[in-house]
């Protein structure tokens, strides 16, 4: 039998339906490749085999009588930001870590609804709050890539890297993930795997452990663009439980895959060419606009004035709402509690001193102080309005394209430990991912080319709001013309 671990999760529900293999069977495969390169990639941070061969072998009763849902069977890895019944959920933080969940995240318990199998809980940047998977408290993950005639260990991308480094490394036939900034198209772009954050409120966030509630959405991280729209489908639905949950059907988006994008216009915004971007970046986005104008797509240059401002807008709001979010981890209610503390004051800061990571604590900070007496009006409310003039934007140019292309990252990916130092270095990762957070909107990530190294590279395509139908379309059609069928060697 061929390496079922390699197979697309298209091909493994296909496969197991046709009864070409059991679930048993490529669960084990699984389990087995997992044993043998986590050690070293450090991607999941617990593994769950017992419950993932009994959810198979229900599965395999499931399919036996003709039974099943649309994912009947296929395993997959959950980042440790979802809440798992009777699994433990950390948010890759001291702070929960021993946390045992007694009820699922909705996103989950969709996947389980339609027969999905759990490996396990992926490893993450404590938080979400994080680039390069550096600041979970169970260390760094490894980018199964490496660059050519080099042997540096490089990151996966972040916060989602757990995720991405095991799809990429066919440790899953794809993973759960979530993108409060680009935190799942920036390890996709990272890794050589598609990854989609949709219309905020298409996934519920009920079960999520909350880094900034206007910005989190969760997605998931494939192997190809069908398996997005397939895995996507299962995940988004509305939840009564989640107050930004949208009370809309979730379209089957697999239909889009493989349409013709003739007459579509695509947007090539001016203000995405950024001081010191890579050379190959600019030749890789010039390639997708020729891929897309063969293709029979229209190009339009368009103009997003307020770009410039995204990222500071980004690094006000955002820690803001964390540190309203995280508040509750105070050493009384939630999270860890210090042992040795002289006040309840000292028992509030002790408790949170241990429990948080220093990125998470930079975060904390800068959040109270825009929040602050004297501070708010300044910095706060001034983002808002500017991350409105930011939604503005790009509701200004829809009547003008129907989809954005965009590079995904303004790199490929970096040796782990490089930009630790400079926290300022880090955030411009998420240069062009942080727009769609700002105004809800769906961008994917697709691998498109490589660099001079080696490394993947990626395309990103921004859509109108709950138009993941176009997002889709167009990132498949980019798919097909790149032909991306490089993989990392396996040297864990």
Request: hydrophobic share 40%.
């Amino acid at each position: 039998m061929s390496d079922l671990t390699k197979l697309t999760l298209k091909g493994a529900v296909d496969g197991l339906k046709a009864k070409d293999f059991t679930s048993a069977e490529i669960t084990q495969a699984f389990l087995t490749k997992i044993e043998a390169a986590n050690p070293t990639l450090n991607a999941y941070v617990e593994v769950t085999a017992d419950k993932a061969m009994d959810m198979a072998r229900a599965s395999d009763a499931r399919i036996a009588t003709g039974e099943g849902g649309v994912l009947e069977g296929a395993p997959l890895g959950i980042k440790d930001l979802f809440c798992t019944e009777g699994v433990q959920t950390t948010a890759g933080s001291n702070m929960l870590r021993g946390f045992v969940p007694p009820y699922e995240s909705t996103v989950t318990a969709n996947l389980w609804r339609d027969g999905a199998v759990m490996l396990g809980k992926l490893n993450m940047d404590e938080f979400a709050m994080g680039s390069s998977n550096e600041t979970s408290a169970f260390g760094p993950v490894k980018n199964p890539w490496k660059s050519t005639g080099s042997n540096a260990d490089l990151t996966p991308g972040g916060s989602s890297g757990g995720s991405a480094s095991a799809v990429a490394a066919d440790l899953c036939l794809a993973a759960t993930a979530s993108d409060t900034g680009g935190s799942i198209r920036q390890p996709a772009a990272f890794t050589g795997t598609v990854g989609i954050k949709p219309t905020y409120g298409r996934a519920s966030r009920f079960g999520m452990v909350a880094f900034a509630s206007s910005l989190d959405q969760a997605g998931p991280i494939t192997k190809t663009v069908e398996d997005a729209a397939l895995l996507l489908q299962s995940m988004c639905s509305f939840d009564a439980k989640d107050s930004t949950s949208l009370d809309i059907p979730t379209p089957d988006w697999t239909q889009s895959v493989g349409k013709s994008v003739k007459g579509l216009r695509i947007g090539v915004p001016r203000e995405y060419v950024v001081d010191g971007m890579p050379a190959e970046i600019q030749s890789l986005w010039d390639q997708g606009v020729a891929w897309l104008k063969d293709a029979g797509c229209e190009i339009v240059e368009i103009s997003l004035p307020h770009t410039k401002y995204a990222l500071p807008t980004y690094y006000i709001v955002a820690p803001a709402e964390a540190s309203s979010n995280l508040a509750r981890y105070d050493g009384m209610r939630f999270g860890h509690r210090a042992d040795q503390f002289s006040s309840l004051d000292d028992l509030y800061a002790t408790s949170r001193a241990e429990g948080f990571g220093k990125e998470v604590q930079r975060r904390l900070t800068i959040g109270a102080y825009v929040l602050s007496a004297g501070f708010y009006d300044a910095y706060y409310v001034r983002a808002l309005k500017v991350r409105r003039r930011i939604a503005e934007d790009f509701d200004n140019v829809w009547g003008q394209v129907d989809a954005i292309l965009t590079p995904s990252t303004p790199s490929a990916a970096f040796a782990l430990g490089d930009k630790q130092i400079d926290p300022l270095t880090m955030y411009l990762n998420d240069v062009f991912t942080v727009t769609t957070n700002l105004a809800g909107l769906p961008g994917i990530s697709v691998p498109a080319g490589v660099d001079s190294g080696g490394l993947p590279l990626g395309l990103q395509v921004i859509g109108k709001a709950l138009d993941e139908a176009t997002v889709f379309q167009v990132g498949a059609a980019l798919e097909r013309a790149a032909g991306f069928t490089a993989k990392p060697g396996q040297w864990w």
